[in-house]
């Protein structure tokens, strides 16, 4: 074999390789989902990264978190941030296309864009994947969210976000946000206190400390004149419990 023909052959196994890895590696990851259908997911790696983070650089601040089911949240929070985070929730197939269309265009034309992604694709990234930023992490995203939207019933990709997004330091879920920023328990959360909390989820450490600003209270109160347009069934599917 000729030192050519025995370095193509070399690359060919070492890409042969990484493509079995990827596949093994999604293969698992779909097999966590389908686990999850029913087993809640009650520490993401991403509290775990925050977890230790707070043990290190913030002693004092210690993990908020407590998994409750969707048919203890009110429907106050599931509207608000349905309005606000993802209004065709209850339609697509687990990822925007329009949406995420537009944030690719912003991104080309400006160098960044924003938004994009849909209820499913956060749980997706909070439960499964990191929070890096690439592109073949959104391409995974994308892929693995589809397979979510087709194996999980939107009430249930609702109830995990819920009770895994991030609402502030080391506060997850909307049980230990409600009662952090309100005393209350998301059950028990109005509209306002509602549109609040979906209004800093894009943001939540900083809209933490600046939760007064002028900025925060426009959005709440826009989030919360669409509440009343947001349907909380839709065809089969259905997140009232």
Not at 80 to 103: P, T, Y
Request: net charge positive; hydrophobic share 45%.
């Amino acid at each position: 074999m000729t030192p050519v023909k025995k370095r193509r052959g070399i690359l060919t196994t070492v890409f042969l390789l990484l493509v079995a890895a990827a596949l093994l590696w999604h293969l698992f990851i779909i097999g966590e989902a389908v686990a999850y259908r029913w087993i809640n997911p009650e520490v993401t790696p991403y509290m775990k990264l925050e977890a230790a983070r707070l043990k290190a650089e913030k002693p004092g601040v210690k993990l908020r978190h407590q998994w409750i089911p969707l048919a203890r949240m009110g429907n106050n929070i599931k509207r608000a941030v349905i309005a606000s985070e993802d209004q065709k929730f209850l339609h697509h197939d687990g990822v925007d296309w329009d949406a995420l269309e537009l944030a690719m265009e912003k991104h080309i034309e400006k160098g960044k864009g924003g938004g994009g992604s849909t209820i499913t694709q956060q749980v997706v990234k909070n439960v499964f994947l990191s929070h890096n930023k690439s592109y073949i992490r959104k391409g995974r995203e994308i892929l693995i969210s589809l397979v979510l939207d087709y194996i999980w019933p939107k009430s249930r990709i609702l109830e995990v976000y819920l009770n895994t997004a991030e609402f502030g330091e080391g506060i997850f879920g909307v049980e230990a946000a409600s009662r952090y920023y309100f005393g209350c328990s998301a059950s028990q959360l109005s509209r306002s206190q509602a549109a609040f909390l979906a209004a800093i989820l894009p943001r939540p450490k900083y809209y933490q400390v600046h939760r007064n600003s002028a900025y925060i209270q426009r959005k709440a109160s826009r989030i919360q004149a669409y509440m009343g347009d947001t349907p909380l069934r839709a065809a089969k599917e259905s997140v009232v419990k």
